[in-house]
């Protein structure tokens, strides 16, 4: 996770205000630090690079070989129709890509780059930092953003195919109500555009450590069109400046403080329907002890051939728990599974057969309440959070880019916690 230093979001401040770039307001967010990965909650989703045979800008200059194709990656706003890149594909060896990074139309002041990143058979991942060009009437400017670049083979096309995406998200600071909070800001249009608001992921310094949360599930990460809700009131984005350099904020009301899902912290309160008619709550009667689980989808057959791979990696967790829960079937302890699968659509809902108590329950406002759609938590006899998957993030020492990924409760650490809380 990365580490924000108030003080340094100070300085872009004072380089914001002594510029005279835009007015002081009491609700404003002034964001300059460019961070070159998106290590919000939220999967950036790729653009498709369509490539042609010879360059979309008419005025690019360079020389190329006679195999190049060419693609155009879409950022910025103005005159200028984005960044070109060249692609050179040699048969069985990884692609190669000329990049326009400076964005000035002439393709021999920039080397051919290999890949930085192999993720698979014939999978590769570029990561170039580029010049987009934003415009305001007679005006324009460059700032850099950065993006990502894969290829990935299609075996039934024969052939590589091509996507970008944003990789990087805009710090700064938001003064709100004359407090100022370190924010941070992506969006999810790849495109180098802010100003559609309805497209942005926010995290705000809430609970005022300093610091950002911007790993997945945390309290201080508000997705597209959500509120943020700040200890001054909850807030709405307003309006954002195409670069991402200004965030106006409005304040429209007062909001309960967002629950943290961590452990020790008392699990949200809840009650629903199951799919069968029902009714369950959390925290669980006194004593009580019960995983909490939350899946994309669930198949009705754990062996149709035909059914998602989500599904099918579903329904083995919830066999997985069970068979852990089988050896406490004698103690106070249920699973709960939450699942965003809607009842009647692809499959009629239902769980493994199990002596233990098993609850079925699709309501998306839990969804919103624990801000998942996928993970496990362990909730004590006294309602708190004893355990529970959570999102993780290293770096690569190769590349000094950091990895994320969501770190499940095994079978025997369930069954620990479970022993240490009822025998």
């Known amino acids: 996770m990365q580490r924000f230093v108030a003080t340094t979001a100070v300085c872009l401040l004072l380089i914001c205000l002594a510029a005279g770039s835009v007015a002081v307001a009491a609700e404003t967010a002034f ?4 961070v070159p990965w998106p290590m919000l909650s939220t999967a950036i989703p790729g653009v498709p690079l369509e490539l042609s045979d010879a360059p979309l800008e008419e005025s690019i200059q360079g020389v190329w ?13 103005g005159p200028d129709a984005g960044v070109t890149v060249a692609v050179v594909e040699r048969g069985e060896l990884p692609p190669t890509l000329l990049v326009d990074s400076d964005n000035d139309q002439d393709l021999t002041n920039n080397r051919w780059l290999e890949f930085d990143e192999q993720s698979g058979v014939r999978w590769y991942s570029w990561f170039v930092t580029v010049m987009a060009e934003y415009c305001d009437g007679t005006t324009c400017h460059q700032v ?16 590589y195919i091509y996507y970008y995406g944003g990789f990087s998200h805009r710090r700064g600071l938001a003064i709100v109500a004359e407090h100022a ?59 954002a400046s195409d670069d991402g350099f200004t965030l106006h904020l409005e304040r429209i009301g007062d909001t309960d403080p967002r629950p943290v899902i961590a452990r020790e912290e008392f699990a949200p309160a809840f009650t629903a329907e199951t799919v069968d008619g029902h009714t369950v709550s959390v925290p669980l009667d006194r004593g009580r002890v019960a995983v909490l689980l939350f899946l994309d989808s669930i198949s009705a057959n754990a062996g149709c051939t035909a059914c998602s791979s989500s599904a099918t990696a579903s329904i083995r967790r919830i066999e997985s728990i069970l068979g852990v829960l089988q050896t406490f079937a004698s103690d106070p302890v249920e699973l709960i ?36 759609s996928i993970g496990a938590l362990i909730i004590g006899p006294e309602g708190r959070i004893v355990a529970m998957d959570e999102a993780w993030a290293t770096v690569n020492r190769c ?16 069954a620990g916690v479970l022993e240490g809380l009822l025998w």
Do not use: C
């Open 337 to 372: 599974v939450v699942t965003k699968q809607v009842p009647g659509q692809d499959s009629l809902l239902s769980l493994p057969s199990s002596s233990v108590p098993t609850h079925l329950i699709w309501d998306p406002s839990i969804n919103l309440l624990y801000r998942r």
């Open 399 to 414: 590349n000094g880019r950091p990895k994320g990924a969501l770190q499940e409760l095994q079978a025997f650490e369930i």
């Open 144 to 159: 850099p953003y950065h993006v990502s670049i894969s290829a990935l083979f299609s075996y039934v096309e024969n052939h």
């Open 31 to 34: 964001l300059g630090e460019l």
């Open 181 to 239: 909070y370190p924010i941070a800001v992506t969006s999810l249009s790849s495109s180098g555009l802010y100003s559609d608001v309805s497209r942005l992921v926010v995290a705000v310094d809430t609970n005022g450590d300093g610091t950002i949360d911007t790993l997945p599930y945390s309290h201080e990460v508000f997705g597209p069109e959500e509120l943020l809700v700040l200890p001054e009131g909850t807030y709405e984005i307003s309006e």
């Open 65 to 77: 070989p006679e195999e190049a194709m060419f693609g155009l990656l879409g950022v910025g706003i």
